[in-house]
Structures are given as structure tokens and as C-alpha cells.
């Protein structure tokens, strides 16, 4: 059984340029929340997707955009790259029905903004 | 408004001796706790989790943690502290089913030999 599957695990952009990052569930998963975490600092949410609409949102701004697919997996974009966008971005997947709230991390995204 | 706090940013034991690593929360509802672990450049790991059953809670790896409602607590101990638990810890507090999940700040343990 695959656990969270994020891709591409390390990626180098520069300032100005849109990247895209995808993440499969956990299979049985219904839900998918993206996090970014900054070196050296905890995870900062930034948006939930469910039934393939955005459920909740972190304090991001619109550059942060997202996608969930029939096949619950999801896309994390982001516009406009900054320096301060350079960080590892974490998916995480949970069940809906009957969830106790545990989140299942993937391995993450390490994204360079130069 | 819901919080978890974590008390300690960065903790510092000698291998075999007992670690103590502390989350207050705050919450109106009924929550349910987590405590995951990230090793570097890793995703996070579930160690455990409390869900409203046993108050105390075993996790993977010898660690275990105590719910105390009276002290709105969840913090995580392990008896004997390896080399290998040098890592991050998260205290993170989830409710409505898991739609709403705040992490705590983290706290470094360094594990000295």
C-alpha cells in the first residue's frame, strides 16, 4: 500500500517563475492539505482540498492556487515566484469519513527560488 | 480560539536518559492530539495519537503520551533516549474531524552520547 507521494522532490526556480508540485494520497484518502515549511520553522497550512474544492485556507496569498482531481490526487501552484517561496512543501492526506484527524505526510518537495 | 503550545524550542538529553518533551493546548471542543516526529530534509512521521480513548497513549519507537484535560497537557516522554531520536517534534491538535489542525512551533531534541 503507497503512502503520500509527492513530486518532484527537489526542484530549483527562479524569481518570477510559476511552479507546479502534485501529490497522490494515501490510498483510501479523500483528503489532501498542503503545508510549507520555511527552514528551520514548523509547517504553515496553506490550503485543504475535499471533494475537489478548497475547503479551508491558510494566510497565503492568490499567487498560491491548487488543484484536487477526481482521483483525489492534487496540485500545488504557485505564480510569480519569490525568494521567500523557497521552502520544502508538504502534502498530507486524510479520510473524510470517519477520520480522527491524522494526518499522512509525504516525503515533500524542496523547492530553491533563486 | 484553538492553540498548542509548544513549551521547550529545543531540548538536549544524554543517551539512556528519560526525555520530556511538553504541548499545552488550548481548545473549546473536544480534540484529538497528535505528536509527529521529522528527521531533516524528511516529511513527518506519526508517532501517536489520542482520540478520546485510554488518557495514555503508547506510540512507536518506546514513546507514550498523556492526555490531562484538567491541565489542557499532551506532553511526550520516553523512557531511555537513543541517539536515533534526534529529530523534531511537532504536538499538533486537530478537530472537526480533522479539518481544522494547528501544529505547534516544534522542539529540537538534541540526544548527546
Known amino acids: 500500500d503507497a503512502g503520500v507521494t509527492q513530486s518532484p522532490t527537489h526542484l530549483i526556480k527562479t524569481r518570477g517563475q510559476q511552479v507546479t508540485l502534485r501529490c497522490s494520497p494515501k490510498?483510501?484518502?479523500?483528503?489532501v492539505s498542503w503545508y510549507q515549511q520555511a527552514l528551520g520553522q514548523g509547517p504553515q497550512f496553506i490550503f485543504q482540498y475535499y471533494e475537489e474544492e478548497e475547503r479551508q485556507r491558510g494566510n497565503f496569498p492568490d499567487r498560491f492556487s491548487g488543484h484536487q482531481f477526481p482521483n483525489y490526487s492534487s496540485e500545488l501552484n504557485v505564480n510569480a515566484l519569490l525568494l521567500g517561496d523557497s521552502a520544502l512543501y508538504l502534502c498530507?492526506?486524510?479520510?473524510?469519513?470517519?477520520?480522527?484527524?491524522?494526518?499522512?505526510f509525504g516525503e515533500g518537495s524542496r523547492l530553491t527560488v533563486l | 480560539a484553538q492553540s498548542v503550545t509548544q513549551l521547550d524550542s529545543h531540548v538536549s538529553v544524554s543517551e539512556g536518559t528519560p526525555v520530556l518533551l511538553r504541548c499545552n493546548y488550548s481548545?473549546?471542543?473536544?480534540?484529538?492530539l497528535f505528536w509527529y516526529v521529522q528527521h531533516p530534509n524528511k516529511g513527518l512521521q506519526l508517532l501517536l495519537k489520542?482520540?478520546?480513548?485510554?488518557?495514555l497513549v503508547k506510540g512507536i519507537n518506546g514513546f507514550e503520551a498523556e492526555f490531562k484535560k484538567s491541565e489542557t497537557s499532551f506532553h511526550l516522554t520516553k523512557p531511555s533516549a537513543h541517539m536515533s531520536d534526534a529529530a523534531e517534534y511537532f504536538c499538533?491538535?486537530?478537530?472537526?474531524?480533522?479539518?481544522?489542525?494547528?501544529f505547534g512551533a516544534g522542539t529540537r531534541l538534541f540526544v548527546k552520547a
Open positions: 499538533v491538535v486537530s478537530y472537526t474531524g480533522g479539518f481544522k489542525t494547528i
Open positions: 481548545s473549546s471542543y473536544s480534540p484529538s
Open positions: 490510498s483510501g484518502h479523500d483528503t
Open positions: 489520542y482520540t478520546s480513548a485510554a488518557t
Open positions: 498530507a492526506s486524510s479520510s473524510y469519513r470517519g477520520g480522527s484527524g491524522e494526518l499522512f
